[in-house]
Structure formats: C-alpha cells, structure tokens
C-alpha cells in the first residue's frame, strides 16, 4: 500500500510553546489530507480537513486559530499547534487519500504523540 | 448522533480461533467501508475495504461481510494469531473522504 510518512513521531514541548507535525505522502499525490486526534483507549476523533492551495476545513469545537494546517503542495501537509497547553497533549495522526472514484483509499502516517508539560 | 455502531468493546479468542467484529450504519450514503488494525503508539493501517456493491471480500485471513439492507457489515478473522492483538477500527465514508470512525474493538488472541 501507499506510505504516509509523519513526523516527529514523538515530541515533549514546555507549555506556551508552538509545534509542528508533518505529514507526506511518500509515493503519491494527496489534494487532501486529514488531521485526527485520538485519546487513550478511544477512537480518532476528525480535526480538520486539508486541501491543498486552500484554507482547511475545521471541524466544529476545534480552534482553528490553534491548529494551524497548512497543506502546501501536493505532498505535504503540517499541522502546527500554537501556544501548545497541557491539555494539547494528545496522538495525532494524519491520513492522506490515494486514487481517485472507486478506488479512492485513505492511508495513515504512523501518529506523533505529543506532550505538553 | 453516532453514525458508526461497533461491536463488542473488546474480544478474546483463542489462537486459531474466530474473531468477528461487527459494525452498523446509519447514514445511506456511505458508499466506502474500511477496516483498520491499530498496534499502540501507531496510527492505524487499512486491513480491507468493500463497497457496498459486494457482499463479501476475502484478503487471506480476513474477510468482510456486507449487508446493504441491513447497514451491516463485520470482519471475520481466521485462524487467528497472537499478533492478530490490536485494536481494529470499522469506517464508513463517501468516496474514502472524511471517515465516520466505529469506537474501536480491542482483540486478545491468546496462545
């Protein structure tokens, strides 16, 4: 299957600081990118949807002044969380769809989970 | 309103037995129904997928099965093994866009 590299895949940052997690679609083209979010033991709960050359779309509750997400090319999107609280602290993960119809498919990247101390 | 029901929260087989994991949907325009095998710290990874064209798909131990009129569908783990033990996910989208995700089932595979 196709490969969704993410990156880091673990940081420790102290309160008030700002983070940036990277997702590339290593052997295709992605107009669009899904950023999650998932607690222990839970399901991924969808943050925003990026697309690329246009403004993501945040799912309602989520900040978005916050989550920056910035889906620059067609193989890259970052997610960068500002002024990052312990509260932030959580898995993210990113997905990325390949093909196109019938055979679209979303692939995953591999989480970066963040603490915030 | 959850739209994705999966069931049952966690599971226990023995090695070479069963595992069946079973979701329902509400939403009649999901069109695209993945399974995903998480380990911990990982992101999940697509199992196997149908549409809803079909009503069963066969990948080597795994295998959907799909039930249009019933919103429907489960995955069906063979023989399964010790490093079958993660937790899966059922999804169900439109064209593999943005996922409505089922709360996950922990699988134990005991030796």
């Known amino acids: 299957g196709a490969v969704v590299s993410q990156h880091p895949s673990r940081v420790i940052c102290k309160s008030g600081t700002s983070v940036k997690i990277e997702c590339r679609s290593l052997?295709?083209?992605?107009?669009?990118m899904f950023w999650y979010r998932q607690f222990p033991k839970q399901s991924l709960m969808l943050m925003a949807t990026?697309?690329?050359?246009?403004?993501?779309?945040?799912e309602q509750g989520v900040e978005k002044d916050k989550f920056l997400i910035n889906h620059a090319s067609l193989t890259l999107s970052t997610l960068t969380v500002t002024s990052a609280h312990p509260e932030d602290s959580s898995f993210y993960i990113c997905?990325?769809?390949?093909?196109?119809?019938?055979?679209?498919?979303?692939?995953f990247g591999s989480g970066t989970q963040l603490s915030v101390l | 309103q959850q739209q994705v029901k999966q069931s049952p929260q966690s599971l226990i087989v023995q090695k070479g037995g069963i595992s069946i994991i079973n979701c329902a949907y509400e939403?009649?325009?999901?069109?695209?129904f993945p399974w995903y095998q998480q380990f911990p710290g990982k992101g999940p990874a697509l199992l196997i997928a149908?549409?809803?064209?079909?009503s069963e798909k066969k990948e080597g131990r795994f295998t959907i099965s799909f039930n249009k009129s019933a919103k429907q569908f489960s995955l069906h783990i063979m023989d399964s093994q010790p490093g079958d033990s993660a937790t899966y996910f059922c999804?169900?989208?439109?064209?593999?866009?943005?996922?409505?995700f089922g709360d996950g089932t922990t699988l134990t595979v005991k030796p």
């Open positions: 999804a169900a989208s439109t064209n593999a866009g943005k996922s409505t």
């Open positions: 990026s697309n690329e050359g246009s403004k993501a779309t945040y």
């Open positions: 149908i549409r809803p064209d079909v």
């Open positions: 052997d295709f083209q992605a107009t669009t």
């Open positions: 997905s990325a769809r390949e093909g196109s119809g019938f055979n679209e498919k979303l692939f």
């Open positions: 939403n009649t325009a999901f069109d695209y």
